[in-house]
C-alpha cells in the first residue's frame, strides 16, 4: 500500500491544528472521528476570515445528534459552494460519504479549504510553482516531489528567506536527504516559526504526494512576501507600500520601481493619473520587459482590476529582484549610487570589515573601490555581486588608525567618498559587563531576560546559548543602543541550565552562568495591563507627548511595582507611577526625543506580562535641513540639499517640490548617519515651494520657498 494517503492525512491535521491551536480550538486527531460535526473545518473558516467576520448561517456549536452534525454539513457545504469553494454537485451529495468516513473525501475537502484560504490561488499547483521558479530559480525547480527529497531545494528556500544560514545547499550530500531536510526544518521552525507540518522521513520518501509538500512550503509564502514588501520599501522610500495587491493596482508604484531601477525608460513616471489605471499597468508590464527583462506574467486588465491573487502578483514582482538593466536603458550617474555599512566608519584590526553598494540606479558602469591604510598603502578589497548592480565589499585591515575609503562609480566618486574609517583594538570580552535576574532564575514558558554593556569592548558580535537537561531554548539578542544589548530566553523545563555569552565567541566574565529554572509562577504574572496608548504598539508617538499604561495588581498580592524606560540613546528614561484606588496604577512616560522607548516594569523585581513594552516616538522638530536647493538660484542649476533625521525616531521622510509646472520630480538616496540627499532639477523659472515632512509634520524651516530666475549676462551668467 502507498505511504502517500498516511502522509497527506498527517499533513493536513498538523495544518489544521497549527490554525486551530493558535485560536484556542480543539484539537484535531482523527479526520473520521474529530470531523463529524463539522466543527472544526468551520472553525478554521472563521479563523481564516478574520476577527469580525461572521458566517451568514447559524451552527450547532456543541451538536449532541446526528441530525444536528448533518445538518452543520449541509450549511457548511452550501457555504463552501455559494463561495466557488466547492461545486454544487459536491455540496448536494457529501454530507452522507463525509459522517460516514470517506477518508479520500475528507482529505479532498481539506484540500480545498487550503487552495482557497491558505494558498489563496484558483490554481494553487501551478500558482506555486511559478512562484517557487522565481523565488530561488537557481533550484530548477520542476515539481512538489522528487525535487524536494533530498533537501537541497528546501535548504535554497530557507537561505533565501534567511540568507547565510545555508549557504552552502546546493553542494549538500543528496544521500544524506533526511538529515539535509531535518536542519532546514529546524531552522524554519525555530527562526521563521514556520511548523514542520511534515516529517523529515516523509518528505524524503519518494512517495511523498505532492499536496503534502505544496501545503508545508505555502507556509513559507507570509515570510517572502514580507521580505519582498521590504525590498520593494527599500527600492521606493518615498512612496507608501503596504501590501502586494491594491497598492499596485493603478501602476504608479509598477512606474516609480521600474523608473528607479532603470532611470530614464518611463517619461514623466511620476505625473501618470491613477484614473487610468489599466494602461499605466500596461505600459509598465511592457517597459518591465524591455528594460528589465521582466517577462509580464500577468494581463494588464487582470492586474489593474485585482482580478489575480497576492501570490500572482507577488510573483511577478518578485522577478524586478533577479532583473538586469537593458544597456540601451542605462545612463552614467554616480551620484545616485549608495554606500551604507559599518565598515565605511568603522572596524577591527584582524577582522573583515564589510559594507555594501547599491548601484542599480545609477545605470551603466563599473564599481571601483580603493582601501588604503594609516601609511597610504593600498589594502586588497573584496567584491560579491548580489545582482541588480548591488555588490558586498570587504576588506581587513591589519593596523590600528583611519582607513580611506574610495568609492567610484563609472570613474566618479560616489556620494560620501572618499570615506574615513577608523579601526579600533581587537574586541575584549572581559570587558562585557552584564546584568539581570535572567542571568540565575527563569520559570518555564515565561520569558527571561539579562542585559550585556558591550560598549568598552571593542567592535565585536555578541552571542548566546542556554542548555537544559533536555532542551536548549533559543536565545534571542537585540541590540537597543549602540554596544548595549537586550537578551531574551524562554525555557521549557525546570532545573538547572548553563548560559553561555560570548563576545567575538570568546566567554564573557562570569560564563557560563547557572540558572535556576523553578516551575512557580511569580506574582508578577498575575498583574494585568487594562489601557494606556503604551498598548498601541504600531502607533507613532509625537516627542513630548506623555504616553500612559493602566496597570491592575489586585491578583497579584502584596509587592511592589516599579518602572524604568531605556531611551532611544539608552540612557535611564524615568517613568512617573500614579497610585489610584483598590491597587491600580497609572504609568506615564514622558518622551522628549524621537526613537525607540523601552519601557521595563516589575513586580517584586519580575517583569509583568509583555514587559519591557516598546514606544515608538518621532520628532519633526530634530530634523533640519541644509544646501544651495533651498536658497535662491537659477534654471536648470541642480537644487542640491540634504535632510539629517539622526535624532528624528521612527517616521517617513517625505520631500515635495512645487513650482510654476506643478510637481517636480525629486531624487533621494540615503547617505551616512541617517543623512537623506535630495536633488531636483528647476527647468523653468518663478516661485518654487519646498515641502519637507517627518510623518506627515513640516520639519524645522519648513515649507521653504525660493525663487528661480532665468540666466542672462545681465547678471553675470
Known amino acids: ?420 574609517a577608523v579601526v579600533l583594538g581587537p574586541p575584549d570580552a572581559a570587558k562585557c559587563v552584564l546584568s539581570g535576574e535572567g542571568l540565575h532564575i527563569a520559570r518555564p514558558g515565561w520569558p527571561a531576560e539579562f542585559l550585556v554593556n558591550a560598549q568598552t569592548a571593542g567592535v565585536g558580535h555578541l552571542s548566546a546559548n542556554i542548555q537544559g537537561a533536555n532542551t536548549a531554548p533559543l536565545v534571542e539578542i537585540e541590540e537597543y543602543a549602540e554596544g548595549k544589548f537586550r537578551s531574551t530566553f524562554t525555557a521549557k523545563e525546570s532545573g538547572d541550565h548553563d548560559l553561555f555569552v560570548y563576545w567575538c565567541n570568546e566567554p564573557v566574565p562570569g560564563s557560563p552562568f547557572l540558572v535556576h529554572v523553578e516551575d512557580a509562577l511569580p506574582p508578577s504574572a498575575m498583574i494585568k495591563t487594562t489601557g494606556g496608548r503604551m498598548l498601541l504598539t504600531e502607533t507613532v508617538h509625537r516627542a513630548g507627548d506623555s504616553i500612559d499604561l493602566d496597570v491592575d495588581t489586585k491578583d497579584a498580592g502584596d509587592g511592589q511595582l516599579a518602572a524604568v524606560a531605556i531611551g532611544p540613546k539608552g540612557d535611564a528614561v524615568p517613568v512617573e507611577i500614579i497610585s489610584n484606588r483598590n491597587r491600580t496604577f497609572t504609568l506615564k512616560l514622558l518622551t522628549s526625543k524621537g526613537g525607540r522607548y523601552l519601557v521595563n516594569v516589575y513586580f517584586n523585581g519580575s517583569h509583568i506580562p509583555n514587559s519591557p513594552f516598546k514606544v515608538r516616538v518621532c520628532n519633526p522638530e530634530a530634523i533640519w535641513a541644509e544646501g544651495p536647493g533651498l536658497m535662491d538660484s537659477y534654471v536648470d542649476d541642480l537644487g542640491d540639499f540634504q535632510v539629517f533625521t539622526r535624532d528624528a525616531g521612527h517616521g517617513t521622510l517625505s520631500v515635495r517640490v512645487n513650482g510654476p509646472k506643478d510637481k517636480f520630480r525629486v531624487d533621494m538616496w540615503k547617505g551616512a548617519d541617517r543623512t537623506v540627499n535630495c536633488r531636483y532639477n528647476p527647468e523653468v523659472p518663478g516661485k518654487y515651494t519646498i515641502n519637507i515632512k517627518w510623518e506627515d509634520e513640516h520639519i524645522r524651516g519648513s515649507p521653504f520657498m525660493i525663487t528661480v530666475r532665468k540666466k542672462s549676462k545681465e547678471n553675470g551668467i
Open 1 to 420: 500500500m502507498s505511504s502517500s494517503p498516511r502522509i497527506q492525512a498527517h499533513t493536513f491535521i498538523r495544518w489544521m491544528n497549527n490554525k486551530l491551536v493558535k485560536a484556542h480550538k480543539p484539537l484535531v486527531r482523527s479526520l473520521v472521528r474529530d470531523l463529524q460535526s463539522a466543527i472544526p473545518l468551520i472553525s478554521l473558516v472563521e479563523i481564516s476570515l478574520g476577527e469580525g467576520v461572521d458566517l451568514p448561517f447559524a451552527y450547532h456549536e456543541e451538536p449532541g445528534s446526528e441530525g444536528e452534525k448533518a445538518e452543520n454539513w449541509r450549511k457548511f457545504l452550501e457555504y463552501l459552494s455559494d463561495n466557488d469553494v466547492v461545486d454544487k454537485e459536491f455540496s448536494e451529495t457529501s454530507t452522507e460519504d463525509i459522517m460516514g468516513g470517506n477518508v479520500k473525501l475528507i482529505l479532498g475537502l481539506v484540500w480545498m479549504l487550503i487552495q482557497k484560504y491558505h494558498i489563496q490561488a484558483e490554481d494553487a499547483k501551478r500558482s506555486m510553482l511559478d512562484w517557487i521558479q522565481v523565488v530561488i530559480p537557481e533550484a530548477n525547480v520542476k515539481n512538489f516531489t522528487t525535487d524536494w527529497n533530498d533537501g537541497r531545494v528546501l535548504s535554497a528556500l530557507v537561505n533565501t528567506c534567511l540568507p547565510g544560514t545555508i549557504p552552502n545547499w546546493n553542494v549538500l550530500d543528496s544521500n544524506s536527504d533526511v538529515d539535509n531536510i531535518t536542519t532546514a526544518m529546524q531552522i524554519a521552525e525555530e527562526e521563521l516559526a514556520i511548523p514542520a507540518l511534515l516529517a523529515p522521513d516523509d518528505m524524503a520518501n519518494r512517495e511523498v504526494d505532492e499536496l503534502s509538500i505544496l501545503t508545508y512550503i505555502s507556509c513559507f509564502n507570509p515570510v517572502l512576501m514580507q521580505n519582498l514588501l521590504y525590498w520593494l520599501r527599500s527600492k521606493l522610500p518615498h512612496r507608501s507600500i503596504d501590501n502586494l495587491t491594491l497598492d499596485w493596482a493603478n501602476g504608479i508604484n509598477l512606474a516609480h520601481l521600474i523608473e528607479t531601477l532603470a532611470p530614464g525608460s518611463w517619461d514623466n513616471f511620476d505625473q501618470i493619473s491613477p484614473e487610468e489605471g489599466e494602461a499605466n499597468v500596461g505600459k509598465g508590464l511592457k517597459l518591465a520587459y524591455d528594460a528589465l527583462g521582466v517577462s509580464p506574467r500577468l494581463k494588464q486588465e487582470d492586474f489593474a482590476k485585482l482580478d489575480v491573487g497576492e501570490l500572482q502578483i507577488a510573483t511577478y514582482l518578485w522577478q524586478f529582484r533577479n532583473g538586469k538593466v537593458t544597456p540601451s536603458y542605462a545612463e552614467n550617474n554616480s551620484q545616485r549610487c549608495i554606500a551604507s555599512g559599518l565598515g565605511l566608519t568603522r572596524g577591527t584590526s584582524g577582522e573583515p570589515s564589510k559594507f555594501t553598494v547599491h548601484a542599480g540606479n545609477a545605470g551603466a558602469g563599473r564599481l571601483e573601490v580603493a582601501v588604503s591604510d594609516p601609511n597610504g598603502e593600498p589594502i586588497e578589497v573584496l567584491f560579491e555581486e548580489l545582482g541588480l548592480s548591488e555588490y558586498n565589499v570587504t576588506y581587513v585591515p591589519q593596523v590600528y588608525g583611519d582607513y580611506i575609503i574610495s568609492v567610484l562609480w563609472a570613474d566618479q566618486h560616489v556620494p560620501g567618498s572618499p570615506f574615513k
